[in-house]
């Protein structure tokens, strides 16, 4: 069965420093997501981009953040500037239709800010 | 506003033992989705079930089972005869109207005791 992939598993680093976590949705998928998991609570919505543009962001999406569909596969989430409260899981996400079809989870990145 | 509540925030049972999960959403739309995703200790997130606005049949797959009362905006998930592998957190979310933005649930943690 196709899987979202995301890399790398963990990534540590100072803060102040910028970060870009990398994903690859499933290929047949047109919307794709970005979502976050702080140590034992919810998962948060970031972002949701179709078409090489962003359609929808929440208000945790500031100026720190952007995502980019560099070529044919992968999505990347960029965090410029990180801190101690970015620290987190970061999901990728894709589905085939937005609303309606399920989310398919990568198996996330854990993002320590040192 | 959409809103997913999940009141029980810790449950354990014994192997063996029925369990419910609750989930009530709010929404003002319509036309909504509403899913459940189990996370494992492993920290994945993985589909389950969806069900839109307009099915209120109740599904059953395996030991799984689901019950959408929309009198009450309830989306319970009952597992029978739970095994340990049952143990992880379960999100119920919801996603309505234009927007392409799940809203998950603060999840229930299930332990399995054997």
């Known amino acids: 069965e196709p899987e979202v992939t995301q890399t790398p598993s963990h990534q540590v680093t100072q803060m102040g420093q910028e970060v870009i976590l990398r994903c690859v949705p499933i290929?047949?998928?047109?919307?794709f997501y970005w979502y976050r998991q702080i140590l034992g609570q919810k998962v948060e919505f970031l972002v949701s981009f179709y078409n090489n543009e962003i359609s929808e962001k929440s208000e945790i999406f500031d100026d720190q953040f952007s995502v980019e569909r560099p070529d044919g596969s992968n999505f990347t989430l960029k965090i410029r500037s990180t801190k101690l409260e970015d620290s987190a899981m970061y999901f990728c996400?894709?589905?085939?239709?937005?609303?309606?079809?399920?989310?398919?989870f990568g198996n996330g990145t854990r993002l320590t800010v040192t | 506003a959409q809103k997913v509540t999940q009141a029980q925030t810790e449950i354990s049972v014994v192997e063996k033992e029925d369990v419910t999960l609750d989930c009530v959403y709010e929404?003002?739309?319509?036309?909504?989705?509403l899913f459940w995703y189990k996370q494992p200790p492993s920290g994945e997130l993985v589909f389950l079930i969806r069900?839109?606005?307009?099915?209120?049949q109740n599904e059953i797959s395996g030991r799984y089972s689901w019950n959408f009362q929309k009198s009450t905006s309830s989306f319970n998930f009952t597992i029978t005869a739970s095994q340990v592998v049952d143990s992880a957190v379960y999100f119920c979310?919801?996603?309505?109207?234009?927007?392409?933005?799940?809203?998950f649930g603060t999840g229930t943690s299930l332990t399995v005791i054997p």
């Open positions: 996400a894709s589905s085939e239709w937005p609303v309606s079809s399920p989310l398919h």
């Open positions: 979310a919801l996603t309505s109207g234009t927007g392409n933005q799940f809203y």
């Open positions: 069900r839109n606005s307009f099915d209120e």
């Open positions: 929404t003002r739309d319509t036309t909504y989705y």
């Open positions: 290929s047949n998928h047109l919307y």
